[in-house]
């Protein structure tokens, strides 16, 4: 079998490894195409040397846009290589521009085209990763669903037959880069000048375009990780760090101290050493979940609602609304003691993943 992979957004790096790696050990060819989407070393190079990914085949060097170049210009650099790869799977990662510029140049060339973490919905029409998973689902022949909760969905919009639930990638690579950490304790490398180790701290991310771009919503959540009594640790996205700069808004100030994006590895052992994780990442949610840390999510909705289970995950979308004494105990609970079960797979979703493929491979 011969799987064309494409990907352009860090956390599509993150599940790209541990599918690059069953599908070689089933000795299928594997075609990596980096659309260029995230060009940061931080955001990309980084996952590729960190998580042992083979380099890619092609690199289309797209960079950033609004939605529609960015779609538009993914589109138009995938159809020769699409073409001249014939590939029995174009497999497309998650949520992205990206993503959904894959799956649309596949169907447009017949190409049998599968969605890798199908089915997960915010049901929030205004994120440009709702508009990128809708599509992306209705476009493709094979729907891998990380959850039951995603199977539903995709049942839910008469897509059953073509789903098959497979279990959650990020379980794998996530669980293996733990154990990794944990038998080499040392410190948290990259860590944000600043911030001492040895103290508690936060772990932050705030990167979704609903966070960043309004100004007034952008410096009401920095004022909020600013008045936290223990240090916030903000590994900062570029885009908020572009975002901040143009608003005027200043993110090192009081307990926050901001770095750069950590490698998947650091991260694993930052969110290890913290108290907890304060996000609006997706992929950070359930990273939390797993790491056995709290979290809170600064939004309205998750696409993970099976972190929320049990208090391991709580959304505040607007902290500065609670006063600050609910803001303080609620960012800063203690782990719950509740069991957590396993909502995600054992770690081995990328074998199946990669099984699922050979299966249903076209005569
Ligand atoms: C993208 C995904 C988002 C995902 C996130 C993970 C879409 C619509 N959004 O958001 O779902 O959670 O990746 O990180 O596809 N930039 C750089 N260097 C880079 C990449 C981006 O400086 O390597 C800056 C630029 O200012 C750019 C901005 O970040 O305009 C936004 O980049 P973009 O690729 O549009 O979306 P992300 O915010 O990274």
Not at 159 to 166: G, K, M, N, Q, W
Not at 232 to 252: F, Q, S, Y
Not at 299 to 310: F, V
Request: with cysteine; glycine share 10%.
């Amino acid at each position: 079998m011969k799987v064309l992979s494409v990907v352009g957004a860090r956390p599509q790096l993150v599940k790209l490894a541990p599918i690059a790696a069953a599908l070689a050990a089933g000795g299928h060819r594997h075609v990596i195409v980096h659309t260029g989407q995230h060009y940061d070393a931080d955001l990309s190079d980084v996952f590729f040397s960190g998580l042992g990914i083979p380099d890619p085949d092609v690199h289309l060097g797209v960079g950033s846009g609004s939605h529609g170049v960015q779609t538009g210009a993914v589109m138009a650099a995938l159809d020769p290589i699409l073409e001249m790869e014939r590939p029995d799977w174009v497999l497309v990662y998650g949520d992205t521009n990206s993503t959904l510029a894959g799956a649309v140049s596949a169907v447009k060339l017949h190409l049998p085209v599968a969605h890798l973490e199908a089915g997960l919905r915010s049901f929030n029409r205004r994120m440009p990763e709702e508009h990128n998973r809708v599509l992306t689902d209705h476009a493709a022949d094979l729907l891998l669903a990380p959850t039951d909760e995603a199977m539903r969905h995709l049942a839910a919009e008469g897509l059953a037959d073509r789903s098959v639930r497979t279990g959650d990638v990020m379980v794998d690579v996530c669980l293996r880069v733990r154990d990794s950490v944990l038998a080499a304790p040392g410190d948290v490398p990259g860590l944000p000048e600043g911030i001492d180790p040895e103290r508690p701290y936060l772990v932050a991310t705030l990167h979704r375009a609903e966070n960043t771009d309004d100004p007034a919503r952008l410096g009401s959540l920095v004022d909020s990780l600013a008045d936290l009594p223990v240090q916030v640790a903000l590994l900062a996205h570029p885009r908020l760090v572009a975002r901040a700069e143009a608003h005027g808004i200043k993110l090192e100030r009081g307990a926050v101290r901001p770095g750069r994006p950590l490698p998947y590895a650091a991260m694993v052992a930052a969110v290890l050493g913290s108290q907890g994780v304060v996000t609006d990442s997706g992929g950070l949610q359930k990273e939390a979940f797993l790491l056995e840390r709290p979290c809170t999510t600064l939004r309205t909705e998750t696409e993970w609602p099976e972190t929320l289970a049990g208090g391991w995950n709580e959304l505040v979308p607007d902290p500065g609304a609670l006063g600050s004494a609910r803001w303080t105990a609620t960012a800063t609970r203690p782990a719950p003691t509740v069991s957590r079960g396993t909502p995600y797979g054992d770690g081995r979703a990328a074998e199946t993943v990669a099984a699922v493929l050979a299966e249903r491979v076209r005569g």
